[in-house]
């Protein structure tokens, strides 16, 4: 156990929240002392730990970037390596980067009244034990386990023959080439995965329990490109922030007042799409539009694959896995020689750290939460949750 090291701030995570704390922390407070712990080995969070074909932002990224450095890429919605790039890019532009203690992974903070500070207690690899305090601290953990995805149990999993594997856990060297592939899901996850392996696959068939809005938009934004040919770069970028707030809030208020007119005009993108024999039951959920999230194709992807017969969308629950495929409660079967289960994550909020209020464990669940980033009776905290 080492002599403990305090800093004002302790940020916990490196990931977009936690570079963009460590900026504003030195920006806005240079006289505050800060340091940011990370549990894995590199920074970026989610767009480093996800490598599955065509990971993606579900969100612009003029609304999911920084807000003082301008994103220059041309894509609206950006592929997974672009984001990490702009991520690692920040960092070291600011000098963030230096703030970052890597298999750093906080598992206890204790805050004592008397001191008016947290003492947190921290692994480093497998065995090492070290500490830290600090007068506040801010958690920009994300919130799933990072450990391993949600994959619900099925019936017959041990005779399917093929691979079974979760968006997570993506083996860097799989070859799906010229093979069957069923992805389960139909979210984010689910929609980009599905183009993204139609190209080299046989074929990808999305298996859903039930649909979802599925709405295209441009994957490159043409305001935005136009306002940086006659604006200067962090004009035209606070614009086009600022524009994408203000279309997103729009949608979002015509979807909760006028539900069946919105469900018109996404099913008429998808007739437009995939034509009027197409069977649009597959993207018309039983729910009103934005009861869920929903999804987003740029350039219309997702369409362009089932269009060109490469990849198709089932509506069906399952009975179980077969040795060679996976039997629905229909009567029907899926031949399969991958089945990628994009079924979800599991929720872990402040990576599982276990907080103790003056010698009492804290109980997360008898908390409120102030505009979703602090929490009653917990002093000098606050949590990153979304964006």
Request: glycine share 8%.
């Amino acid at each position: 156990m080492n002599d403990i090291e305090h800093v004002d701030v302790l940020v916990v995570g490196a990931g977009l929240s936690g570079i963009s704390a460590g900026y504003h922390l030195q920006t806005l407070s240079p006289g505050k002392t800060y340091a940011i712990l990370e549990g894995r080995g590199a920074m970026g969070g989610t767009w480093d730990l996800f490598r599955y074909p065509g990971v993606r932002s579900d969100s612009d990224m003029y609304t999911l970037g920084y807000r003082f450095r301008p994103w220059r890429n041309a894509k609206a919605i950006a592929d997974g390596p672009s984001i990490l790039e702009y991520i690692n890019e920040t960092a070291q532009e600011y000098g963030v980067d230096k703030k970052i203690l890597y298999n750093h992974r906080v598992r206890r903070a204790t805050w004592s009244s008397s001191k008016a500070r947290w003492t947190v207690e921290v692994t480093i690899g497998a065995e090492e034990t070290v500490n830290f305090s600090c007068s506040f601290m801010y958690l920009c953990t994300g919130y799933y386990d990072y450990e391993g995805g949600y994959t619900p149990k099925f019936e017959g999993v041990d005779r399917f023959s093929g691979q079974i594997l979760h968006p997570q856990k993506w083996p860097k060297d799989l070859d799906y080439s010229g093979k069957r592939v069923v992805v389960i899901g139909s979210g984010a996850t689910a929609v980009t995965l599905v183009p993204a392996m139609a190209d080299k696959a046989e074929h990808v068939t999305m298996l859903q329990r039930s649909p979802t809005y599925v709405v295209t938009i441009p994957g490159k934004d043409k305001i935005a490109t136009w306002l940086r040919k006659y604006l200067p770069d962090r004009t035209a970028y606070r614009l086009t922030r600022w524009k994408n707030v203000a279309l997103t809030m729009g949608f979002y208020n015509l979807a909760r007042v006028m539900p069946d007119f919105f469900k018109h005009m996404v099913e008429s993108g998808v007739r437009h799409q995939l034509g009027d024999d197409y069977d649009v039951k597959h993207f018309t959920p039983s729910y009103n539009p934005w009861d869920q999230r929903l999804c987003l194709v740029p350039d219309a992807d997702l369409f362009k694959s089932i269009r060109a017969g490469k990849a198709s969308v089932v509506t069906d629950q399952i009975e179980s896995f077969t040795e060679n495929g996976i039997a629905l409660k229909s009567g029907k079967t899926l031949d399969a020689d991958i089945v990628v289960t994009a079924t979800g994550l599991n929720v872990k909020l402040m990576a599982g750290l276990q907080l103790v209020i003056d010698d009492k464990p804290v109980d997360l669940s008898k908390t409120v939460a102030y505009k979703g980033m602090m929490f009653s009776d917990i002093p000098n905290l606050a949590s990153a949750f979304g964006y």
